[in-house]
C-alpha cells in the first residue's frame, strides 16, 4: 500500500462535508410535540465575527444573519489571513436551519460564493504565492453557540469554501451581538 499525501486531505474534507451533513440532518425541520423548541415567530437578527484557523493559517470570519423561524439567512465573509493582501477570502450568501436547546444555537448552512485572493502550494500557507482568479465557490458553514442573554453569545464558527482553485476550511470563536431570542 503506498501512501500519497493528497488522501490525507481529501479524508479531511471528505470528513468536513460528512460533518456538516450529519448536523443538517439533526436539526429540527419539521415541527415535534414531544419537547418544545424556541421557536419564536419573530425575526431574530445578529451580526457576528471573531478569529479562526484556518488550512491557511490565522484568519478573521464576520457576518450579518436573520433566522425567521428556523430559517437562517446569512451574508458571510472570511479571510485566511490577518494582513490584507496576503490572503485567500470568500464573501458568500447562504441559506440554512437552525435549532435552539435551552441557552445554545446550532446551524447549518450552504451557499454560493465569490472567492479570491491569493494561492498557496502547501498546507498552511507554505511556499510562494500566485494570485488566483476570482471565481465562484460553494460555501459551507456550521455554528454551535451559547447564548446566556438575549442579546450576546460566545461560540464555534466552522466553515468552508470547496471550489476548483483552492479550497478553504477553518473553526474558529465567534462573538454575535443582535437579537438573538
Do not use: C
Not at 419564536?40 to 484568519?59: F, I, K, M, P
Amino acid at each position: 500500500m503506498s501512501f500519497y499525501p493528497g488522501r490525507i486531505l481529501l479524508a479531511r474534507y471528505s470528513l468536513l462535508v460528512f460533518t456538516l451533513v450529519i448536523i443538517l440532518s439533526s436539526l429540527n425541520i419539521t415541527d415535534s410535540f414531544g419537547q418544545q423548541t424556541n421557536a419564536n415567530d419573530n425575526a431574530r437578527y445578529w451580526v457576528h465575527g471573531g478569529t479562526s484557523v484556518s488550512n491557511l493559517g490565522l484568519g478573521i470570519h464576520g457576518g450579518l444573519s436573520v433566522d425567521y423561524k428556523q430559517h437562517v439567512f446569512s451574508l458571510r465573509t472570511t479571510s485566511t489571513d490577518m494582513s490584507y493582501g496576503a490572503e485567500t477570502w470568500d464573501v458568500a450568501l447562504l441559506y440554512g436551519r437552525s435549532t435552539t436547546f435551552r441557552t445554545w444555537y446550532f446551524s447549518a448552512g450552504v451557499g454560493a460564493a465569490v472567492i479570491g485572493g491569493e494561492k498557496y502550494p502547501g498546507l498552511f500557507g507554505r511556499g510562494n504565492s500566485s494570485p488566483m482568479e476570482t471565481m465562484l465557490g460553494f460555501p459551507l458553514e456550521a455554528v454551535v453557540s451559547w447564548q446566556p442573554v438575549n442579546v450576546v453569545a460566545l461560540g464555534l464558527y466552522g466553515f468552508a469554501n470547496v471550489n476548483t482553485e483552492h479550497p478553504i476550511g477553518g473553526m474558529g470563536l465567534s462573538f454575535r451581538i443582535g437579537d438573538l431570542y
